[in-house]
């Protein structure tokens, strides 16, 4: 096996995660700030007049932290998406909002989070309609649930209806290497997910209930969402992916049709014949080169875009992570 390809692919990737997080740490001394600073700004789509519809953007795994480690995952921000929300729910002037989701799903709370955050807005009097992207599955179509109208492509993934408990273990590992460590609990299941030890029937059991009762949670709004009966969607909850042509035979989305189509459904909703399309993105920093590297969000940020998934790709965090996600 040739080793020195592979070895020089990692050394570059190493050599540029260090420049960039050095550009990442210096920038706003030479920029005036970070994203909290920046604030957000809109920039028009298309269509005129003073009532707007805007354009939210989903992409990647969702989780609540800024990522895994320096650079996040796939470029997904939990803080930037939902300032994006309470921007689109407190400006009067934004009559609608369309949702694109690109995404796995992810963590549970943050998935959670944003759906209360969108049913929020549609009780508010904004309608919201959910474009789906190439993959709009188990978390990204649990956020789906809260629009008045899912769309998809025939061809999307979605679904994936389900949970997952991430556990990692490596006690055999720490048994080769000659790790081991002395447990002090006040009861048995305290330590429960200890990654450095077998895991015991009880612990098993304890996080299948948690399992189990965020499992129904899923179903229940599912099955609250789509007008479908609980056993009906208990057959479709298997954690199976589904084509978009085979989630409108279900009843899991509402119609096929793309994001302009997505905004044309929000216009009609809203009572709106004409209406500006506008997404939001982060204030320039005043520094071209900075701008390049590090604002994804703008399409133009394609370095840092890259080693967000490679880093996202690397995570070995040993924390428990309970997942709306399909894997």
Known sequence: ??????????????????????????????????????????????????????????????????????????????????EELKQAEEDDAVRAVVLYVNSPGGSVVASDEIYRKLKKIRQAGKPVVASMGEVAASGGYYVTLAADRILANPSTLTGSIGVI????????????????????????????????????????????????????????????????????????????????????AAGLIDDFGGLDEAIEAAKALAGLKEATVIEYAEKKRGNVLLDLLLNE???????????????????FSPTPKLLYQWR
């Open 297 to 315: 969000k703008t399409g133009d940020g394609r370095l840092e875009t890259l080693l967000r998934t490679v880093a996202g790709r690397l995570d």
């Open 165 to 248: 408990f991430a556990l990692p273990n490596v006690h055999k590992l720490a048994e080769t290497i000659g790790y081991s460590e002395e447990i002090v609990a006040s009861g048995p299941l305290k330590d429960m997910g200890n990654p450095y030890k077998p895991m015991s029937d009880d612990a098993r059991a304890a996080f299948r209930s948690i399992v189990d009762d965020t499992f129904n949670r899923f179903v229940d709004l599912v099955a609250e969402a789509r007008k479908l009966s609980r056993d009906r969607v208990l057959k479709l909850a298997t954690g199976q992916v589904y084509t978009g042509a085979q989630a409108r």
């Open 1 to 82: 096996m040739r080793r020195g390809p592979l070895i020089t692919f990692v050394a570059i990737i190493v050599v540029l995660a260090l420049g960039l997080a050095g550009v990442r740490l210096l920038g706003p001394f030479f920029a005036g700030g970070g994203t909290a600073d920046r604030g957000l700004e809109e920039r028009r789509l298309e269509g005129a007049g003073p009532e707007k519809v805007a354009v939210i953007r989903l992409e990647g795994v969702i989780q609540l932290e800024e990522g895994g480690g320096l650079f996040g995952s796939d470029g997904f921000s939990f803080a930037r998406l939902m």
